[in-house]
């Protein structure tokens, strides 16, 4: 075969390659729309513009109120505390949710997720809704070490911190693939986001009661930004090394709470002895047959053990918060 006949097969197999590689990728790209006004008016909830972007929030109870923030896990947005926010609204308390970046309702600006983005959104979220008193933060799975790291940064902002089933990470590098450029976002628009929503499953002990979960989760993914905003979180935050932050936190003082699924498997109930060891004032129980969501599936449990905790330290002051500003 002559050089040209070997030229033209070569050509050929690689444009099949690459019509193959397109033709899979619009296969499984489902961010058909942009995060728009008139979407967002259809929609429950408020909006408030930050430096970074538009934030999806919604709060409730009496204005007056001690505020409870609520802060979601790694991408399933402010819906996740559903059982919580009433609850919690219902006992006397002002509480604030909201759609971290790249999720839910929330835009998806193009930077790194890592944790000055989301020490930046909940700072500024806090500022922009004149809210100055000191509050109560409740933050789940990665929502865990978000909040850590904005007790350990804003000391005079925070009165107590709640942990369930909260990521305590070590440090470490993403998957391979994931690390590099083109290639990483090439592999999870196509095998990594597509199987996100059925994956949301194996976070209940119970999964065969939430049988709409991954359709309900499927529909912040039509927003252009959520696997980008997804796979700079897996590349800058969720493999960081957090447990300096745990470990100042657990020698501040400040009163913790900290609950976890008997039954997780996403983070394993065998983790709550490591934070427990570096934050030895909380108050811990284990959740009897719940996984990662304990709140969720088993909110009749849940809701009183947190009611109680901030009704035990309503009018607690850190004392320690002027201290650690001045240092």
Same mark, same amino acid.
């Given at each position: 075969?002559?050089?040209?006949?070997?030229?033209?097969?070569?050509?050929?197999?690689?444009?099949?390659?690459?019509?193959?590689?397109?033709?899979?990728?619009?296969?499984?790209?489902?961010?058909?729309?942009?995060?728009?006004?008139?979407?967002?008016?259809?929609?429950?909830?408020?909006?408030?513009?930050?430096?970074?972007?538009?934030?999806?929030?919604?709060?409730?109870?009496?204005?007056?109120?001690?505020?409870?923030?609520?802060?979601?896990?790694?991408?399933?947005?402010?819906?996740?505390?559903?059982?919580?926010?009433?609850?919690?609204?219902?006992?006397?308390?002002?509480?604030?949710?909201? *759609?971290?970046?790249?999720?839910?309702?929330?835009?998806?600006?193009?930077?790194?997720?890592?944790?000055?983005?989301?020490?930046?959104?909940?700072?500024?979220?806090?500022?922009?809704?004149?809210?100055?008193?000191?509050?109560?933060?409740?933050?789940?799975?990665?929502?865990?070490?978000?909040?850590?790291?904005?007790?350990?940064?804003?000391?005079?902002?925070?009165?107590?911190?709640?942990?369930?089933?909260?990521?305590?990470?070590?440090?470490?590098?993403?998957?391979?693939?994931?690390?590099?450029?083109?290639?990483?976002?090439?592999?999870? *628009?196509?095998?990594?986001?597509?199987?996100?929503?059925?994956?949301?499953?194996?976070?209940?002990?119970?999964?065969?009661?939430?049988?709409?979960?991954?359709?309900?989760?499927?529909?912040?993914?039509?927003?252009?930004?959520?696997?980008?905003?997804?796979?700079?979180?897996?590349?800058?935050?969720?493999?960081?090394?957090?447990?300096?932050?745990? *470990?100042?936190?657990?020698?501040?003082?400040?009163?913790?709470?900290?609950?976890?699924?008997?039954?997780?498997?996403?983070?394993?109930? *065998?983790?709550?002895?490591?934070?427990?060891?570096?934050?030895?004032?909380?108050?811990?129980?284990?959740?009897?047959?719940?996984?990662?969501?304990?709140?969720?599936?088993?909110?009749?449990?849940?809701?009183?053990?947190?009611?109680?905790?901030?009704?035990?330290?309503?009018?607690?002051?850190?004392?320690?918060?002027?201290?650690?500003?001045?240092?």
């Amino acid at each position: 075969m002559s050089k040209k006949a070997w030229a033209m097969v070569i050509s050929g197999l690689v444009l099949a390659m690459v019509l193959v590689l397109a033709g899979t990728y619009i296969h499984y790209d489902r961010e058909t729309a942009s995060l728009s006004e008139d979407i967002r008016r259809h929609t429950s909830g408020s909006f408030i513009k930050l430096q970074d972007g538009v934030v999806h929030y919604e709060v409730a109870g009496p204005p007056e109120a001690r505020v409870v923030v609520l802060v979601h896990g790694f991408s399933v947005p402010y819906y996740i505390w559903d059982h919580t926010f009433g609850a919690l609204a219902n006992a006397g308390f002002r509480v604030l949710r909201y *759609d971290l970046y790249g999720r839910g309702y929330s835009d998806r600006p193009d930077v790194p997720y890592d944790a000055d983005l989301f020490d930046r959104q909940l700072t500024e979220l806090l500022s922009g809704l004149n809210i100055r008193e000191p509050v109560d933060l409740v933050g789940l799975s990665m929502g865990g070490p978000i909040v850590v790291t904005f007790a350990d940064r804003h000391p005079e902002k925070v009165r107590t911190v709640s942990l369930f089933d909260p990521s305590y990470q070590t440090g470490g590098e993403p998957p391979l693939l994931l690390q590099l450029p083109l290639v990483g976002d090439y592999w999870m *628009d196509v095998f990594e986001a597509p199987s996100m929503p059925d994956s949301q499953l194996a976070d209940f002990y119970h999964p065969e009661l939430f049988p709409d979960w991954p359709v309900k989760y499927q529909e912040q993914m039509r927003f252009k930004g959520f696997r980008r905003a997804i796979l700079s979180t897996i590349r800058n935050f969720t493999t960081r090394n957090d447990t300096d932050e745990y *470990d100042r936190l657990g020698k501040s003082g400040r009163p913790i709470l900290l609950l976890w699924g008997e039954a997780d498997a996403t983070v394993l109930f *065998d983790v709550s002895s490591e934070v427990l060891r570096v934050l030895p004032q909380a108050e811990f129980h284990a959740i009897e047959e719940a996984a990662h969501l304990p709140h969720y599936e088993r909110p009749e449990v849940v809701n009183p053990i947190l009611v109680a905790f901030l009704n035990q330290w309503r009018d607690y002051v850190f004392a320690n918060s002027k201290k650690e500003n001045d240092l």
